[in-house]
């Protein structure tokens, strides 16, 4: 039984570019949220995506955006990227009647 | 404006004594705390949550305690092993109007056992 998949494990972008990062919930999840952990921090609330609507968010600037498809995998856009976006991404995802959240191992990004 | 606070960043236990982690919260409105357990190039992994109904909950060698008029929680571990070192983060969450969790994480505690 696979747990949270997420994609890529690494990443480097230059400022001003965009990213893409992907997230598939383990096997009968439905509900997935992003979170950004920089270095020596705990993670920081993205979003949390359920029923494919953005259901609540953190405070991320509008640079950061997310898609939830049918299959409950889930997208975490990164617009414009900025040198302080170096973080480690990760998504967790749980049953909407679930406890704790499962994460994923996280994509490391790094903006140069 | 850091809702959920771990003021020790380190800890170190021999094998076999109690690590006790500690983890305290602003936001009287937090109803539901968990503990993570995070080991490097690894997500964090779900260890045991109590609800603020409760004042504790065990699951094996580990006891989650909820002192809610101090806005206090704390982890204890019993007999603690080298496999239990990592970094514990401590995250609470209150229900949302539209019925969603967000979690607050604090900035974790490195836990080192020493065998």
């Known amino acids: 039984d696979a747990g949270v998949t997420q994609s890529p494990t690494h990443l480097i972008k230059t400022r001003g570019q965009q990213v893409t990062l992907r997230c598939s919930p383990k096997?009968?999840?439905?509900?997935v949220s992003w979170y950004q952990q920089a270095l020596g921090q705990g993670p920081q609330f993205i979003f949390q995506y359920y029923e494919e609507e953005e259901r609540q968010r953190g405070n991320f600037p509008d640079r950061f955006s997310g898609h939830q498809f049918p299959n409950y995998s889930s997208e975490l856009n990164v617009n414009a990227l900025l040198l302080g976006d170096s973080a480690l991404y990760l998504c967790?995802?749980?049953?909407?009647?679930?406890?704790?959240?499962?994460f994923g191992s996280g994509t490391r990004l790094t903006v140069v | 404006d850091q809702q959920v606070k771990q003021n020790s960043p380190s800890l170190s236990v021999q094998e076999g004594r109690i690590s006790i982690l500690n983890c305290d919260y602003t936001?009287?409105?937090?109803?539901?705390f968990l503990w993570y357990k995070k080991y490097p190039a690894e997500g964090p992994t779900f260890l045991i949550s109590i609800s603020s109904i409760k004042d504790k909950n065990e699951d094996g060698r580990f006891t989650v305690f909820l002192n809610k008029s101090a806005k206090h929680l704390s982890l204890h571990i019993v007999p603690s092993q080298p496999g239990d070192s990592a970094v514990y983060f401590c995250a609470a969450s209150a229900r949302s109007a539209s019925g969603t969790y967000k979690y607050i994480f604090g900035t974790g505690t490195r836990l080192k056992v020493l065998a």
């Open positions: 967790a995802s749980r049953h909407t009647s679930g406890e704790g959240y499962t």
């Open positions: 936001n009287s409105m937090f109803d539901y």
């Open positions: 096997s009968g999840h439905d509900t």
